[in-house]
């Protein structure tokens, strides 16, 4: 019932720009919590940035000042914007739709990459 879908994904050079797109169904989608998570090989899946129902948001150390998360409940859907795109960005991508921690749904990934 409940499906959520990550896009916008690609490769793009240092200092370059992305904006990834979370799209929900099935589920209430102001009621939710959006959180942007990333996780490259060979290290911890992190926190990257989260945005509530209500508009509040929070961004990890390492993307603040780069990265701006939103949401647009009309269409159900929450983007990450990215810029000045960094080769330590490179990760798979996921978004999570919460309202707690026993409602929560996981995307299937968008693959960034910042390559040269």
């Known amino acids: 019932q409940v499906q959520v879908v990550e896009s916008g994904g690609g490769l793009v050079q240092p200092g370059g720009s992305l904006r990834l797109a979370c799209a929900a169904s099935?589920?209430?989608?102001?009621?939710?919590?959006i959180v942007w998570y990333r996780h490259a090989p060979g290290t911890e899946r992190e926190l990257v940035a989260v945005?509530?129902?209500?508009?509040?948001?929070h961004y990890a150390e390492s993307v603040k000042g780069r990265f701006t998360i939103s949401r647009d409940n009309g269409k159900n859907t929450a983007y990450l914007q990215m810029n000045s795109l960094k080769p330590e960005d490179t990760a798979v991508y996921y978004c999570?739709?919460?309202?707690?921690?026993?409602?929560?749904?996981w995307g299937q990934g968008t693959q960034v990459t910042v390559s040269s």
């Open positions: 945005i509530g129902s209500g508009g509040t948001t």
């Open positions: 999570t739709v919460a309202r707690d921690s026993r409602n929560s749904y």
């Open positions: 099935g589920i209430i989608f102001s009621s939710y919590s």
